[in-house]
């Protein structure tokens, strides 16, 4: 189940803006603090969090987009 999971975040990721897609993927696979990752992108700390942050705002959108639809499709309510 847990490795599902990561398989449907990594997925949904895909769909983060692009321009925080980046940050996102170096703080969640990589588990950099934003320090670190403006380190490596060349960033102000101040512009690797927000980035961090908007992609984890789109992310959300994107899960409790999925979920519903996901849960209909398993539990046979929908069957399409």
Sequence with gaps: AQREFAEMVR???AGVRPSSRQALALH????LSPA???QVLCFPVAKA?????R???DLRKAITAYLPSEI???SGF???
């Design 28 to 31: 969640l696979e990589e588990e």
């Design 11 to 13: 997925r949904l990721a």
């Design 49 to 53: 969090k927000t980035r961090v942050h």
């Design 55 to 57: 992609g984890i705002v």
């Design 72 to 74: 209909q499709r398993r």
């Design 36 to 38: 670190e990752i403006a």
């Design 78 to 80: 929908c069957n399409a």
